[in-house]
């Protein structure tokens, strides 16, 4: 019998067909069912149709959207603000003189409503470009009197992220796609910069303008900090304690200032409201607290200006025109502590709350020490994506380049009697490379160095790996963090309860960065920055009160409401507030993306509009009941209701990890009950992309799907539809891919089924030939033959035709021929062209570009010397030959000739070329067996992989066997199976369909003896499972040296494969030689064979001469030779250098 | 969405300002633990033109404890464009008081009172009579602290001594001024915003305000003519819940 599942989706949608012609009573009677709560009608479940809502999400969000949010974001509207912010050029010479930024535009011109046409995608891969669009902007300036404006002035050229917005790309057909040459599955997401695909990693960081409060127990010291960052600048506060007395520490503040100084200055003179802001009417707050108050005594500050002058004092700035104490004090709490709230009047109330509150939170995690903060938690984290880092940089190079123009203008206008009335325009063109550049640079290089911030940061950007399609999705979706690796902190590593369905729990390397580097969940959103000014008035509307009218004596007995985590208001009736701005939020009438939550330890209600929080939908539950209801599935499913009707109907809405703790969530529709908020899409989705590839994962032993995550990277299969046309430094392809027998919802949803990495082996679970052990293979000749684990390797040599300034440049020469008139062998692949012939064959040792440079190319033109060539002819150097599969010739954007040649192999399996199941079970070809050798069955099917049973007790990959079995029945019935997380097709069921067609209930096979024709003693766990080939092959490794070349400083063979190195006897293999007492063999090992070396030595003063003189002593006399190794005179020497005489006292041996 | 904002709220297109509005009472999500106990109607004054509104809180004085009466306000002060406000009260000195301490500060006898007047929206005064509130809006709220700057002043003399001292008992040379003539405008130093605003307050001075006691007949006769509720027409909302909600959101507009 075939899964119920499968049956009804078909039958549904048939159905549906006609329904949807159907009047609206046949509608209701559909319906009908659900609202009575009875027996649920076939064609719609919610509790199993409700996933169609994920594939809904993912057509709208797709996996790549937080990239592509991101980056709209920046060039949309962060742009903008960087343009506003920095608004206005001013001149120091000419008072009247100004140039104003009215707009910034990426793409297109003033009211145009197309984007200008730019260089397609695979054109810039292709030809070493960089993927951009210039960035125009309108300006008005004064020339003399006159104002004067400018639309579409390019100041630069912007990389453009694929498939964002500002890209050719977007909204394109996949017949448009296809005329591109580009492949509709890519997911975009990252730039192209100077033909290479680069990723601007999503990078994690703690949250900024956050209170995070930390205890240290041994010492006794707890602190409150915030980091506040600002377009200016990044400062970060502390209140700390100090032998129980509270103290706020700055970085330009030299010394930590108590507590109540600090208050004073702020504002807040009186004691006694001190002691109301900061600890309301709680005694025991006000015992720890009051110990502060002596300590400001004691400094006798009583007033304000008292507080300002003290702090003032201890500011350490660098300002060119001097500012006397009080108004450094004043600077210092109005701009200074805390940067990210900025006082412009003279009310410093909010910052003195700010402040207060921090110390709140100090004491109450003196008086209770779980009262500290998780700097582990996800909610207490942001992700910074590709849009902020850009924003970062260009904000940083527009002021560069503003700067640049002042300097220029200021030149030019200091200049007295000026011929021709000044134009800034003609100055501004100058300099116009810099952003583009910088720009270009930064992604290319990965360095992002921010002057403002005085920032360094390296790596930040990584090539796409196109190893194969899962490996470019699972790089588009991980995380890096901010952590040093080195670090031996558990903490950081470690799961975090709060990650759930937001970060993968599977996915993350393993070694050094195991637990740093996380990878997003399926249905998660990074949101994007959102205003806060509107939020804040609407608060104030639904009945916060205001923060600046309200008694400080009150302050603490009501919820206070944080915006952001800045203080706004408080609130009597939180939890009616909570659910007034809930509701607004599902009506559509804020954005979705605004988090709200309900702190009941600290009193609070925080609101968060900021960018860089993780939340993801979930379905709402009122009263005990989905609000998600049949009718909706079925809309969504004619596609009559998108995703986003669900968000605007109030049916999902998106929480972050925050608002997620302040909700009871179901996993299934059957834990519904009163008190559930929340329902669940899909369990599956706590898995990302990578790890959705697992079939039962549910069933595996958790560090195996760990493995897999980062093997399924290292699969070789379909990269992408236009696998063909590109040319990469390294390709590996897969000849035969197919798509698994037993697939996932997962797998589905990313389209691996359209471009796998893998093929579905026959596998036999029983031990052969005992080339097996160590989890080894056996592999079937006769299935290597068909084509199973065929893969090609495409490697591409690029050459450049250089030109040099004397009008000379290289050339590509012709073919040499022997007297027969036949190419010679060096040159038999090349065409007379003198490039390498499509298709030709080349073995190592031969050329495929025949390349030529001028021998005066450093020469000046002046003296005309025939120009001849020096023959600099690229060889083919490996093991193996290759053949040539393209050859491209283009014009760099520097004018020069390039040249790309794509070389390919294609390779076989062969021994020790490494395989892995979908299981983290991977293993080397240990023996490729004759067919008719291996063991069939009574069909007359032979396995094309023998796999040891002993891979499975210690690895409890139950999921592997769960395969098997499915995609047996799969086999035997003719379908596809499931092996979803957390569902997929049961086990009952697949035992059921294999006993109906006359297997074994448990997968195991009767089989016979190749060899003898026997039948095997034991019964044979023996079905498809689907095998992924990885790149590690042997081709690529194999390697051995007699003799070859040697470093030069040290006369030591090299080291390392590329550089034909030698094979290293190292350490440990040095100590059982010394166990052993070898010592022959150890002179032969450490010294002959490495860098034997005949030195003379001076046998009376002990150093060494040459040419049988002894230097210092000025005689030959007792000079002798001797046999070092080189490193041992090279030391010697060193040592000399550095005025230490090493002296050898020599002795006879014998 | 509940209906309690209608009334007192200036997102609302009133056809006329005065005018009684119909009471709402905040309708329920079926919670039953908040029953209606009562209805009051409300009613919107719109104060006299030309008056300004504006609440004074004293934080740190207890709400039962007014500044009325025997301690009654004895000056206010304003500097109008830059609001700040000061106000003198008198010190109970039979209690709690160091005469040496006032002494040495310069005979203290009254406490100065300052604070910013901030334009807050939404915030009303208001009044219970006859069964009814009546509201009215105000323009600006401060709250009034005491600012000691007696103990500034005291310091400010002292170190105005100290520096007359040392440049009497200083060196008798002849200090070379040398003059330089600078371009006036670039390197003049660019205050900050807070510093510019202190500068701002600094340069403005003072407008004395007559302080009328809330006890006084003026006062009392100008709370009457507030609280005045005449006009008792029902206000019709023109608008409809949903519109209202959109009104609340208009410049956030999500979607």
Not at chain 1, 711 to 728: T, V
Not at chain 2, 232 to 249: A, C, H, K, W
């Amino acid at each position: 019998m075939p899964p119920k599942r499968r049956d009804s989706v078909r039958q549904g949608s048939s159905r549906h067909s006609v329904k949807s012609a159907a009047s609206d009573e046949s509608f209701n009677e559909l319906l009908k069912p659900m609202y009575k709560g009875k027996a649920l009608t076939d064609e719609i479940n919610t509790a199993e149709d409700k996933w169609n809502l994920l594939p809904a999400f993912l057509k709208v969000k797709g996996l790549v959207k937080q990239h592509l949010d991101s980056f709209n974001y920046f060039v949309d509207v962060d742009l903008k603000k960087i343009i506003k912010a920095n608004e206005k050029v001013l001149s120091d010479v000419d008072p009247d003189f100004y140039l104003k930024y009215l707009d910034i535009r990426v793409g297109y011109k003033h009211g145009a409503t197309e984007m200008d046409p730019i260089l397609p995608p695979h054109e810039c891969r292709l030809r070493d470009l960089t993927y951009s669009a210039p960035i125009y902007v309108d300006v008005e300036y004064t020339r003399g009197r006159k104002v004067y404006s400018n639309k579409n002035l390019e100041i630069g050229k912007m990389p453009i992220m694929l498939r964002s917005n500002k890209c050719t790309l977007n909204g394109a057909s996949e017949g448009r796609m296809a005329s591109l040459d580009e492949c509709p599955l890519d997911p975009g997401g990252y730039f192209i910069v100077n033909g290479t695909e680069k990723v601007i990693l999503v990078q994690e960081q703690l949250s900024k303008n956050r209170i995070i409060v930390e205890a240290d127990e041994k010492k006794g010291i707890v602190q409150a900090s915030v980091t506040s960052s600002t377009h200016e600048r990044k400062s970060k506060t502390y209140v700390v304690t100090k032998n129980d007395k509270i103290y706020l520490k700055h970085n330009s503040i030299g010394e930590e200032v108590p507590i109540v100084v600090i208050l004073k200055a702020a504002g807040v003179t009186s004691d006694l409201e001190i002691m109301q802001l900061v600890c309301g009417d709680n005694a025991t707050y006000q015992d720890l607290f009051a110990i502060n108050f002596e300590e400001c005594a004691k400094l006798g500050i009583y007033t304000q200006q008292q507080a300002l002058e003290y702090l003032g004092a201890k500011v350490k700035t660098m300002r060119r025109h001097k500012l006397t104490t009080l108004q450094e004090g004043i600077e210092a709490v109005a701009t200074t502590i805390i940067a990210h709230l900025t006082v412009t009047d003279l009310d410093f109330k909010e910052k003195a709350l700010y402040i207060a509150m921090m110390t709140r939170r100090v004491i109450m995690a003196m008086d209770n020490p779980k009262m500290v903060d998780d700097r582990d938690y996800v909610g207490n984290k942001r992700l910074e994506l590709a849009g902020q880092l850009m924003s970062l940089l260009f904000e940083d190079l527009f002021k560069k380049f503003n700067s640049d123009f002042k300097a220029n203008i200021d030149k030019i206008l200091k200049k007295p009697n000026r011929a021709t009335e000044f134009n800034a325009l003609l100055s501004i063109n100058v300099h116009s490379n810099n952003i583009t550049s910088g720009l270009n640079r930064a992604i290319s290089t990965g360095n992002w160095s921010l002057k403002r911030f005085k920032m360094e940061r390296a790596g930040v950007t990584h090539v796409l790996s196109r190893l194969s399609y899962v490996s470019a999705l699972g790089m588009m979706t991980r995380i890096s963090s901010q952590f040093e690796k080195s670090r031996k902190v558990s903490g950081p590593r470690a799961l975090q309860p709060s990650q759930f369905g937001m970060l993968c729990t599977s996915d993350t390397p393993e070694g050094e960065a195991c637990g740093l580097v996380k990878n997003l969940a399926l249905m998660t959103h990074i949101t994007t920055d959102d205003e806060e000014e509107p939020i804040k008035k609407l608060c104030f509307l639904i009945g916060v009160e205001n923060i600046s009218a309200i008694d400080s004596s009150t302050l603490h007995s009501n919820f206070g409401v944080y915006l952001n985590g800045t203080l706004i208001g408080t609130t009597r009736f939180p939890s009616k507030f909570v659910t007034q701005f809930r509701k607004l939020r599902r009506t559509g009438r804020i954005s979705e993306f605004i988090s709200i939550y309900t702190n009941s330890h600290q009193n609070a209600v925080h609101i968060a509009t900021d960018g860089g929080r993780i939340c993801r939908p979930l379905i709402i539950v009122e009263n005990g009941a989905s609000k998600v209801k049949a009718h909706h599935l079925l809309k969504l499913k004619q596609g009559r209701m998108q995703f986003d009707d669900f968000l605007k109907q109030g049916l999902v809405e998106y929480l972050d990890v925050n608002e997620e703790n302040d909700c009871f969530i179901a996993l299934y529709e059957k834990d519904l009950s009163e008190q559930i908020t929340h329902l669940e899409i899909e369990p599956f989705t706590v898995l990302g992309a990578v790890a959705g590839l697992i079939p039962y994962p549910h069933h595996n032993q958790s560090p195996r799907n760990t493995y897999q995550c980062a093997m399924g990277k290292q699969a070789i299969g379909a990269i992408a539809y236009n696998q063909f046309k590109r040319i990469d430094t390294l390709l590996y392809l897969m000849v035969y891919p197919q798509q698994p027998m037993v697939k996932t919802k997962t797998i589905e949803l990313i389209d691996y089924d359209k471009l796998p990495a893998g093929q579905n082996a026959t596998v036999a679970v029983m031990s052969y030939s005992g080339y097996d052990i160590e989890d080894a293979l056996v592999l079937n000749k006769a299935s290597i033959d068909r084509g199973f684990g065929r893969c090609q390797v495409l490697r591409k040599n690029t050459t450049v035709l250089k030109r040099y300034p004397n009008h000379t440049q290289d050339i590509v020469g012709g073919m040499r021929v022997n007297e027969n008139n036949e190419p010679i062998f060096q040159h038999a692949s090349l065409g007379p062209d003198g490039l390498g012939e499509v298709g030709c064959r080349v073995e190592s040792g031969q050329v495929y570009i025949n390349k030529s440079v001028p021998t005066n190319a450093g020469e000046s033109v002046m003296n005309h010397s025939e120009s001849t060539h020096r023959e600099t002819p690229v060889f083919y150097k490996a093991p193996e030959p290759s053949y040539i599969d393209q050859v491209m010739m283009s014009v760099s954007d520097n004018e020069q000739a390039l040249i790309k040649v794509l070389l390919r192999q294609t390779r076989r399996p062969e021994l020790g070329d490494k395989f892995s199941s979908r299981h983290g079970q991977k293993g080397v070809c240990g023996i490729i067996v004759q067919q008719e050798d291996l063991p069939f069955n009574d069909d007359g099917i032979s396995p094309d992989i023998i796999m040891n049973p002993h891979g499975f007790p210690s690895r409890m990959t139950v999921g592997k066997m769960i395969e098997l079995i499915s995609g047996k029945a799969g086999v035997l019935n003719g379908s596809l199976e499931y092996g979803t997380c957390f569902g997929g097709s049961k086990l009952e069921d697949m035992s059921k369909i294999l006993v109906d067609n006359g297997f074994n209930y448990s997968g195991k096979d009767m089989l016979y003896s190749g060899i003898t024709g026997e039948c095997l003693q034991a019964y044979i766990f023996f079905g498809p499972i689907y095998y992924q080939k990885l790149k590690h092959m042997v081709l690529d490794k194999m390697h051995a040296r007699a003799r070859g070349p040697r470093a030069v400083l040290t006369r030591q063979p090299t080291e390392g494969r590329s550089r034909d190195g030698g094979l290293r006897l190292g350490e440990m293999e040095r100590d059982c030689v010394i166990a052993y007492g070898a010592s022959q063999l150890l002179l032969e090992r450490l010294m002959l064979s490495s860098d034997a070396f005949e030195v003379d030595i001076c046998d009376k003063c002990g150093l060494m001469g040459y040419n049988g003189w002894c230097t210092s002593c000025k005689t030959a006399e007792h000079v002798v030779k001797m046999t070092i190794p080189y490193a041992a005179k090279l030391l010697f020497q060193e040592l000399l250098s550095m005025n230490i005489a090493p002296r050898l006292k020599l002795e006879d041996v014998f | 969405m509940s209906k309690l904002f209608v009334s007192d709220d200036e997102d609302e297109p009133m056809t006329n300002t005065g005018s009684e509005s119909p009471t709402f009472i905040p309708q329920d999500h079926g919670e039953d633990e908040d029953p209606v106990v009562s209805e009051i109607p409300m009613i919107i004054t719109s104060k006299p033109a030309q008056t300004q509104l504006c609440a004074l809180q004293y934080p740190g004085r207890p709400s039962a404890r007014h500044y009325e009466n025997e301690s009654h306000v004895l000056s206010t002060r304003l500097k109008p464009s830059t609001d700040l406000l000061e106000a003198d009260v008198p010190i109970d000195t039979s209690k709690f008081f160091d005469v040496n301490k006032s002494d040495e500060w310069g005979g203290v006898n009254k406490q100065t009172l300052s604070g910013v007047l901030i334009g807050l929206e939404g915030y009303y005064a208001a009044n219970v009579q006859n069964g009814e509130i009546v509201l009215c809006q105000l323009d600006k709220v401060a709250q009034l602290r005491p600012s000691l700057n007696y103990i500034d002043k005291e310091i400010a003399t002292a170190r105005d001594l100290h520096r007359l001292e040392n440049n009497h008992s200083g060196r008798d040379t002849v200090q070379v001024v040398q003059m330089s003539v600078k371009s006036s405008n670039d390197n003049a130093p660019r205050l900050g915003e807070a510093l510019m605003a202190r500068k701002k307050v600094e340069d403005e001075s003072f407008t004395q305000l007559p302080w009328v006691d809330s006890s006084s007949e003026a006062s009392l006769a100008l709370k009457k003519e507030i609280f005045q509720a005449d006009n008792r027409n029902v206000l019709r909302s023109n608008t409809n819940e949903e519109d209202y909600i959109g009104l609340l959101v208009k410049d956030i507009s999500a979607n």
